[in-house]
Every structure is written in structure tokens, then in C-alpha cells.
């Protein structure tokens, strides 16, 4: 089947962004201090010959999406750039020359970064593959700029497009038969939350009040977790913990619900505990939960869900079950989450969320909120430290997918040169005001992102 809507990529164009981190941030025992940020331009002609520049960004990531052992930084990164390169060269003929509706050339360019991912490990010899979750991250950008780009042809968000009227397939077609007739806009709104409160990141570095800092930067930005609060109203807090350290991850909640009560005592409280995989086993978290109840039934009560607390790769650890901790509070899937596989997988280990990343494609990311949510899992929101384009996509994820509760934004606290001109257009998306964020203004054509006419940096050369 085809519509009239269907459209082809002609062309890519891309370029990167370097930004310095105002202070370092640390995950999953690694410390990051600088971003790369991939900005790309597709040339989306649809079937009358019309034309669009539909635009993506994302940050490169590759100590989370790759955290090598084998590798360091500079090599996983340069592996990266190299996959983005050849995807830019290639993409025009993926279909083929075939006008195809989004999901379908989202595909196709998932498919194509897994192909030219094993040409990058040939060609650099690397001494181990690169993990498909850092080939889709790579991906990202390529897939959003064709949702941006279909949209902007279509004169309307591409929120609205993700039913009969535009796909050429139902979700029985990528998911399951229990989908047939089906489509993306039944799990998704077609209209954003106006507004959404906001997920401040506590990295395990930050410093919560005046006596935690060794010297201040001086750069008129918070620079204490109560400055943070007091400024922006939050409500509404992600905590970074370590994994392999018992006694510190518990001080370290106790010690930022202490901020958080004495800072701002009448305020709901809400937080999400990273552990970025650290932890050895459920046992380790199962005994991190008793002590939290233990030292503050209060604090534990806050909790609203747990991320990604053993490692990643669910098939090679089958002994990390999630069941009983998912009796306390819901654990979700994030490194984990690479296709349909993975959630099913997670879900018959315990799991009881997912979440979902603009890092991980548009088009990979609906698919899965939309099978996670016929199974009656927690569904998230998460970004990757994103800051311009890529916030306001991964923001206008969450204020699409119901359930989510909460936006993240940690450039803005890590990154902000990232996100100068941003605020100066969008500044009720990148100005944080009682602790939420105005969602309701990604709304324009495609992705609401990026203008119609316009490109990102690094993107308007030949």
C-alpha cells in the first residue's frame, strides 16, 4: 500500500556542535565533560515534487551508549562519526527510490545504521562491535529528520500524522497480530501536555548545598542543588547513584530528601533513582530499598520508579529478576531497551517500565510506547543530556506519550552554552517556572523543532 503523503530523502546533510560542560557529570562510573552534538538536514521531496529540510539533533553519547572497556573515548567517538558519515552517503538510495510514510523509512534507516556499523568495525578494526544501541543513537537524527520532514510537508505537527490517514502500514505489521488496525496515534496524543514538571538531575558529583563546593564557577547559574530549587521551583528530581556502594547510594537519597524538606518542605516530592546498571545483582537493590524505608519511610514513599539497576545485557545476566523489587516501586528498562525483543525479554525478567529516548529514534520509540503500554507497563521519559533541537524533541516525546510524567533537561545545568538562541525563541520551553516546563509550544510543523525553511549549524553547506 502507498499514499499520496508518501515521501522519498533526496539528500544529507550534517555537522557537529562541540560544547565544554560547565561541571563534570558522573554515570555509571564514568565521568563526562564535553558533548558532540550531531546535527543533520534531509532533503524530503514527497510525490508532487515539493521539498522540505527536515531536521534532527542529537548528542553523540558514546560513554553511555557505549561504555567500552576495551575501547576509550576518542575511539568509540571517532567510530561514531565515521558511522554517521557513511549513513549520510547512503540513506538517499535506502529506499530504494521508493516514497515510503515515516515508520517505514525509520526502518530502513535503523537497518542501515546496523549495515554500516559492521563497514565502521571493518574499516577501523576494532576489537569489539559497536553495540546497536550506539548505532541507534546514531541514527536518531537521520530518523528524525524524516518525521520533521513529513510533517512540515504534510503543514502540520507530525503528531497528527500517525494514523490511517498517513502510514501505509498498522503496528500488526511491526509489533504483533494484537495490533492489527491499530496505529501509532491510538498510544500517543496527537496534541502536547501544555506544560510538564521538569526532572532535575542530581549527578553523583553535585554538590546539594554551600558546604559540598570547593569553588564556585562564578557563571550566575545555580551552582547547589538548593540555588537549583530555590530558582526553579522544583519538584521533581532525579538522583544519580552509584551501584556499588551501599551505604553511600542510601546517604546519598537521605541526604537529597534532607535538601529537598528543608528547602522546600510543603512541595510534593517526587524522584526517579538512576543506577546506570552499578548494581551486581537485585539483591543489592532489594537491600538498598529496606535500608532507604529504614532510614525514611518518607523518602522511600517519593520514589516513583527505579532505572536500569544491573547490566544491560539481559540475555547474558538471566539471574537479575526483577519481580520483587517491582513490588516496591516500578523498575524500567533504559540501556536495555533496543527493539521489541528487549521489552518482552525485560518483562518476563520483572521489569514493570520502559524507557523510552528521542536517542533511540522517533520511530523506534513509538513503536515501543505503544507495545509497552498494551501490556500495562510504567512508561518514562529520559534524555541524554540534550540540549537546543534535541530537548525540545525528547521534551516533545513526553508531552506525547501518556503516562510520562516528567521532562528531562539536564543541558541546562550541564551544558547551557548548548542551548544559547534556544531560550532566546522557545523560552518557556528551555525557562524552567514552578518546577515545569511550557511542552505546549512544540507545536509547529514536523517535529515543532526547527522551523520551516531553516537548518540547524553545520548543516546549510553542500
Not at 570547593?214 to 530558582?231: A, F, K
Request: one cysteine or more.
Amino acid at each position: 500500500m502507498s499514499k499520496f503523503t508518501d515521501v522519498i530523502v533526496a539528500g544529507a546533510r550534517f555537522g557537529y556542535e562541540q560544547y565544554a560542560y560547565r561541571a563534570p557529570m558522573k554515570f555509571g562510573g564514568r565521568v563526562v565533560e564535553n558533548a558532540t552534538i550531531l546535527n543533520v538536514a534531509l532533503d524530503v521531496r514527497d510525490r508532487s515534487g515539493n521539498e522540505v529540510f527536515g531536521c534532527g539533533s542529537m548528542p553523540m553519547g558514546n560513554t553511555w551508549s557505549w561504555p567500552s572497556n576495551r575501547l576509550d573515548c576518542d575511539r568509540t567517538l571517532e567510530a561514531m562519526l565515521k558511522l554517521v558519515g557513511r549513513m549520510a552517503g547512503a540513506i538517499a538510495d535506502a529506499s530504494g527510490g521508493e516514497h515510503l510514510d515515516p515508520f517505514q523509512h525509520g526502518l530502513l534507516i535503523e537497518k542501515l545504521a546496523l549495515s554500516e556499523a559492521k563497514g565502521v568495525e571493518r574499516e577501523m578494526r576494532l576489537a569489539e562491535p559497536i553495540p546497536k544501541l550506539c548505532a541507534l543513537v546514531c541514527a536518531s537524527s537521520f530518523d528524525a529528520a524524516v518525521h520533521d520532514g513529513f510533517g512540515k510537508l504534510a503543514g502540520r505537527s507530525v503528531w497528527n500524522c500517525y494514523g490511517e490517514e498517513h502510514l501505509n502500514r498498522d503496528l500488526g505489521e511491526y509489533l504483533d497480530a494484537g495490533f492489527s488496525g491499530e496505529y501509532p496515534l491510538s498510544y500517543v496524543r496527537a496534541e502536547p501536555k501544555p506544560r510538564m514538571p521538569l526532572y532535575h538531575l542530581v549527578g553523583a558529583l553535585d554538590p546539594l548545598v554551600d558546604a559540598d563546593l570547593g569553588s564556585r564557577t562564578g557563571d550566575g547559574l545555580p551552582e547547589t542543588l538548593c540555588e537549583w530549587i530555590v530558582r526553579d521551583g522544583l519538584t521533581h528530581l532525579k538522583i544519580k547513584l552509584n551501584g556499588d556502594d551501599l551505604d553511600w547510594d542510601v546517604e546519598r537519597v537521605l541526604a537529597v530528601d534532607r535538601v529537598a524538606d528543608e528547602t522546600a518542605p510543603k512541595r510534593a516530592w517526587q524522584y526517579s533513582l538512576d543506577f546506570n546498571e552499578k548494581c551486581a545483582d537485585v539483591e543489592y537493590l532489594l537491600e538498598f530499598l529496606r535500608r532507604l524505608e529504614a532510614g525514611s519511610a518518607g523518602a522511600l514513599s517519593r520514589v516513583q520508579y527505579i532505572e536500569q539497576p544491573t547490566a544491560r545485557d539481559l540475555a547474558a545476566n538471566p539471574g537479575n529478576r526483577m519481580h520483587e523489587a517491582a513490588k516496591v516501586k516500578p523498575v524500567v528498562i533504559d540501556e536495555s531497551l533496543t527493539g521489541l525483543d528487549s521489552l518482552l525479554l525485560a518483562r518476563e525478567m520483572g521489569y514493570s517500565g520502559a524507557a523510552l529516548k528521542a536517542c533511540k529514534g522517533q520511530t523506534g520509540s513509538l513503536l515501543m510506547a505503544a507495545a509497552a503500554a498494551r501490556r500495562g507497563l510504567f512508561l518514562c521519559v529520559q534524555d541524554l543530556t540534550c540540549p537546543g533541537a534535541s530537548f525540545m524533541h525528547s521534551a516533545s516525546l513526553a508531552a506525547h506519550v501518556p503516562g510520562a510524567s516528567g521532562v528531562e533537561g539536564n543541558a541546562r545545568q550541564y551544558c547551557p552554552a548548548a542551548n544559547d538562541g534556544w531560550r532566546e525563541r522557545f523560552g518557556g520551553v528551555f525557562t524552567c517556572e514552578d518546577g515545569t516546563v511550557e511542552t505546549g509550544a512544540i507545536a509547529g510543523p514536523g517535529l515543532g523543532c526547527v522551523p520551516v525553511g531553516e537548518r540547524l549549524p553545520g548543516t546549510d553547506g553542500a
